[in-house]
């Protein structure tokens, strides 16, 4: 199983990315999928999960209202839109598969910089 995330890059504050994660090597919609971040200040936290079939998606509070969770079956990706970032939200963002009892495939993760 392999996660490659994609879409990181520097945007300024109140401004927009999106982040996508192509999976290969499982059945995609088999599992629930998440993505998590750390930062250098904060340590790794969890951004949010979304479910097998894309209908529902929970967020930490941090992101809630911000950041949108989506899935593609037909791509085998996973998407994180990220509107009116912050400068909080700098961090390596990582893709997670969901295994039995934790995440147990994790992308090398794609960096967010957020500074004007």
């Known amino acids: 199983a392999q996660l490659v995330e994609s879409g990181g890059g520097l945007a300024q504050p109140g401004g927009s990315l999106r982040l996508s994660c192509r999976a290969s090597?499982?059945?995609?919609?088999?599992?629930?999928m998440g993505w998590a971040r750390q930062s250098p200040g904060k340590g790794l936290e969890w951004v949010g999960d979304i479910t097998r079939d894309g209908s529902k998606a929970n967020y930490a509070d941090s992101v809630k209202g911000r950041f949108t969770m989506s899935r593609d079956d037909d791509k085998n990706t996973l998407y994180l839109e990220m509107n009116n970032l912050q400068t909080e939200d700098t961090a390596l963002y990582y893709c997670l598969k969901a295994g039995d009892f934790d995440y147990d495939v994790w992308g090398q993760g794609t960096q967010v910089t957020v500074s004007s």
């Open positions: 090597g499982f059945t995609f919609t088999d599992f629930f």
